[in-house]
């Protein structure tokens, strides 16, 4: 579905990814994982469309989709979360929802609305209540929901944990889970590494720009090397 070769990208004359290679397949969860500052930001707006490429491959469904302007892959289904929620604050839970689907999807917009509703019952409780209103939880709820709305073939999710308690982190990957087990294909780029690797199929290591370890999201859980540098052991 995803396939990123030699990818290089970053910012003036900074060169912050140097070769990432990684794969989403059809109906998978694959995370991207690493500390803050290890280019994973960098990469979801280079998939996105966001920045420049400077060197490799995206490849979305076969066609080539580097440089493509972000409208262009948004219409093809790859939908990014960006960190952050960046919710419309003075906007309704509603309203926030529906500009979800102006540029994909818009003929569906009632159903994938109670599609979302049915995903996430407490924004159905809070329709006309303002967004910049919502907890952290429901604002991230919301960012997601937006993101279905534009009926993606692939979510990446940028650090959907960011700022939420023990127990709301628990519940946001409970529905990402639930999320993929309808069909849906996620990338998930997180640094919370032992949930997102519990949660996931394959991962990706990230650090300064280079992908230094991949592969079944068990079998890095068990790492040494990782368990070392990010879990202390």
């Given amino acids: 579905m995803l396939d990123v070769t030699g990818l290089r990208a970053g910012y003036g004359p900074a060169e912050v990814l140097r070769g990432i290679d990684l794969t989403v397949r059809a109906g998978e969860i694959v995370a991207v994982l690493g500390a803050n500052g290890a280019g994973k930001t960098t990469l979801n707006r280079a998939i996105s469309g ?3 490429v400077r060197g490799g491959t995206i490849r979305f469904d076969d066609e080539d989709i580097a440089g493509s302007r972000p409208a262009a892959i948004v219409s093809r289904g790859l939908i ?4 952050g929620r960046r919710i419309f604050p003075n906007m309704s839970v509603r309203e926030n929802l529906v500009m979800g689907s102006y ?9 994938n609305l109670d599609r979302v509703f049915a995903t996430f019952p ?3 409780e809070r329709t006309r209540q303002a967004a910049g209103t919502l907890s952290g939880g429901e604002q991230q709820m919301l960012a ?15 650090e959907p944990s960011l700022g939420l308690s023990p127990l709301l982190v628990e519940e946001m990957f409970a529905l990402i889970g639930r999320i993929n087990a309808e069909g849906l294909s996620v990338m998930l780029v997180e640094q919370n590494v032992v949930q997102s690797l519990a949660l996931a199929h394959r991962a990706y290591i990230i650090e300064q720009g280079e992908i230094v370890l991949s592969g079944a999201a068990e079998a890095l859980a068990a790492d040494p090397a990782l368990q070392k540098a990010y879990l202390g052991l």
């Fill in 50 to 52: 966001v920045i420049a």
């Fill in 103 to 111: 540029a994909r999807a818009r003929a569906n917009r009632a159903r």
């Fill in 80 to 83: 990014h979360v960006p960190e």
């Fill in 144 to 158: 997601i929901g937006r993101g279905l709305m534009a009926e993606p073939r692939l979510l990446i999710l940028d």
């Fill in 122 to 124: 407490r924004l159905a």
